[in-house]
């Protein structure tokens, strides 16, 4: 577990904050709009309209650790929304301080929004929400990459949130599960990330924007999180698109651990309640009952966090996303395979370089090929056929193509196949100034800035006309996919529909062109997809 989260753990920026407070008056000057639990006042810049730190679910503290997401308490006169609340607890740095992250807390259920500068109740505008990676133990809504300003440029609302991380996040304890047994159990941050869409369902028409044109999207733990929410009966209904970058789509990553059986999972042989009565021992919590479940939810939140620590002599302490049966009842991939997924437009991609190392591991090629039997020189061939690959880069083309590329083909393949309208993407752009230090392609979530269009240059890494145009044409395709479910429009290249008969995708390419092409990684998938086939 610990390697799978590192993997997906690649996203950082600063944070901005602020204490949440009530204004007693009204500014003229600045937009405010009526939602169902009270009046917010936001900020406008002229072209945009921003509102951050709206509740949509009350703080779960005390009695609600570990509690389904409960409503909001209204609030009398206006509440200012002019700054972003606290992203959710989650590990300092250094880790040996034992603090949690500056600018996080467990009171953390807060949405942020951005629309056009004048948007009207009548105005109906495409939503699009925004689900954070960080491979549910890192991450936040409030990161300057991910302002929604751009969008709202276009005619697009844009909505993030907060979900809870770690063991505040996905936790399972024996006595929790018999806790309030009307309430889903387990995986809390899907819990609150279903609570942020009904929110959005109900208030967005207030700031104008669609509730019937919603498209939600997310970056790796993000994207696992959409992949998710297209397959749990709870959140159906909720949105009507969705787009899922770096957010693989086979079982085995971040996608569902047994509540209780051991050994029921290949992939988890180790239940979610065992890893919580290992995390209990630690704090010196004996017994499985109400009394242990009272001292856990009396411990600090520092303690909780621990650090971002998952594992302690060779005891799991972090069970990441939780398969408990009634909330999360089957896996994506599962779904998929049945053909059961909801018959909505997607788009899913990845990019050429996400990660060097962390789910595939080799000290050799001899060792790395040995893990492709019985297709190990079938493998060779396509990957190193001339021998002159080094180890580094075949451990980065492994890695990406297994958790990520091959992945994204399987789901779009099978949405496709449902006929739904299917668009898959391969982005290779590395921005100028990083193009030498980024040889292999393009890292993992090294495509966020252009698809919100906030890339920052500072002095020796001055942005360049093209890294600009790059990202002008993302958040383009992006935003029109949202509008209308074609990301295509005049003055962009043609993205071209998803056909498995010729695997083909959109390729964002190092010299920042964009064309549909086959998938130029077709062999190399090939060989992974058989060797998963051989693992079922």
């Known amino acids: 577990m610990k390697k799978i989260l590192t993997g997906f753990f690649l996203v950082c920026s600063t944070f901005l904050f ?16 009526t939602t169902s639990l009270g009046a917010v006042q936001g900020t406008s810049d002229g072209a945009v309209d921003a509102f951050k730190g709206i509740p949509y679910a009350e703080a779960p503290i005390g009695e609600l650790r570990w509690r389904a997401p409960q409503p909001a308490k209204p609030w009398k006169g206006i509440r200012d929304a002019s700054k972003f609340c606290a992203d959710c607890a989650q590990a300092g740095w250094p880790r040996s301080t034992g603090q949690i992250r500056e600018t996080t807390s467990e009171d953390c259920l807060f949405l942020n929004l951005w629309r056009p500068t004048g948007s009207t109740k009548d105005a109906k505008l495409p939503v699009m929400v925004w689900i ?21 440029k276009q005619g697009v609302i844009l909505v993030s949130f907060n979900y809870r991380l770690g063991r505040l996040g996905h936790f399972a304890f024996p006595a929790l599960s018999i806790d309030h047994p009307e309430e889903p159990k387990g ?22 924007g669609d509730p019937n044109n919603v498209t939600i999207f997310g970056e790796s733990a993000g994207g696992v999180s959409v992949h998710s929410l297209l397959t749990i009966p709870a959140a159906q209904g909720l949105f009507h698109k969705a787009i899922i970058e770096s957010g693989g789509g086979r079982d085995g990553v971040l996608t569902g ?3 209780r059986a051991e050994n029921a999972d290949p992939y988890y042989p180790v239940s979610a309640e065992t890893i919580g009565i290992n995390f209990a021992r630690k704090h010196g919590i004996e017994g499985t009952d109400e009394a242990a479940l009272r001292k856990l939810r009396a411990l600090s939140v520092e303690a909780i966090v621990d650090g971002g620590k998952e594992s302690q002599n060779d005891s799991m302490m972090y069970s990441g996303p939780i398969l408990d049966g009634k909330l999360v009842v089957e896996t994506a991939e599962n779904i998929y395979r049945n053909q059961r997924q909801p018959a909505i437009p997607i788009i899913i991609g990845s990019n050429s370089a996400e990660v060097p190392a962390g789910f595939v591991n080799a000290q050799s090629k001899e060792e790395l090929f040995a893990k492709f039997t019985p297709y190990s020189e079938e493998a060779r061939n396509t990957y190193d056929p001339d021998g002159t690959k080094s180890l580094a880069e075949l451990l980065t083309m492994l890695n990406t193509d297994k958790v990520w590329a091959e992945p994204a083909r399987f789901t779009a393949r099978a949405f496709s196949g449902k006929g739904t309208d299917t668009y ?5 752009y590395v921005q100028t100034a990083l193009q030498q230090q980024f040889a292999y392609g393009a890292p993992h979530a090294s495509e966020i800035p252009y698809v919100f269009n906030t890339l920052s240059g500072r002095k020796g890494m001055e942005l360049t006309e093209k890294d600009r145009q790059v990202a002008s044409m993302l958040n383009r395709y992006w935003a029109n996919f949202a509008k209308t479910g074609n990301p295509n429009s005049d003055g962009i290249p043609k993205w071209e529909k998803f056909n498995e008969q010729n695997d083909n995708l959109l390729e964002i390419r190092r010299d920042g062109s964009a064309t549909s092409t086959p998938d130029p990684k077709k062999a190399r998938l090939d060989i992974i997809e058989k060797v998963t086939k051989n693992l079922k």
């Open 424 to 428: 898959i993407y391969l982005f290779d």
């Open 187 to 208: 995986s809390y941050a899907y819990m609150d990330q279903i609570a942020a869409l009904k929110w959005i369902k109900k208030n967005i028409g207030s700031f104008g």
């Open 132 to 152: 954070y990676g960080g491979g549910f133990v890192g991450g936040g809504s409030s990161y300057a990459t991910t302002i929604g300003d751009n969008f709202a």
């Open 18 to 33: 602020s204490q949440k407070r009530i204004l007693k008056e009204s500014s003229a000057a600045s937009p405010t709009v």
């Open 257 to 259: 651990r047994p509540i």
